[in-house]
């Protein structure tokens, strides 16, 4: 298997990273507001970039010259639709931290909801991204992973 793709372990320890700061951005956001939420918000903040630093070691590792997602089009020319699909999430996961980023509001509720749909957004991606790479290399990355 390391032949096929020699950045595997590189990838597992991206994907493991990126889903212990999912971790990290849940708790964040199921926290009570005891301080308010303007203290709440700081806090999840710090944890949202986390996970945007997270998210651009993710991109690095599989869009690189050299990464996963050059190879797969190599190696599994058949999977490249799907290449493009992770391509898509990619950009659209972007936008939301993006969002994240630039809006101030402070409504708990709404922003839990926020969270809640870009942590599933990230779960989804995580796999198509594994399903694909499974289909390539049949290797498993792992689901908790």
């Known amino acids: 298997m390391s032949d096929a793709f020699p950045r595997i372990g590189e990838v597992r320890e991206q ?8 971790q990290v951005v849940e708790a964040a956001a199921a926290a009570p507001v005891a301080g308010g939420a303007e203290a ?12 945007r630093q997270a998210w651009d070691r993710h991109i690095a590792v599989t869009e690189a010259a050299d990464g996963l997602f050059a190879r797969i089009r190599v190696d599994a020319p058949q999977l490249v639709p799907r290449i493009h699909q992770l391509d898509r999430e990619h950009a659209d ?5 993006a969002d994240f980023a630039s809006d ?7 922003v ?22 499974y289909e390539a290399y049949s290797v498993d990355l792992g689901g908790a992973g």
């Open 112 to 133: 839990r909801e926020a969270v809640i749909d870009l942590l599933a957004k990230l779960t989804r991606h995580r796999q198509h991204g594994a399903d694909v790479v």
């Open 15 to 22: 994907r493991a990273g990126l889903r212990t700061t999912m």
């Open 40 to 51: 709440w918000r700081v806090e999840l903040d710090r944890c949202l970039d986390q996970l």
């Open 104 to 110: 101030r509001r402070h409504d708990v509720d709404r």
């Open 93 to 97: 996961i972007q936008a939301v931290l």
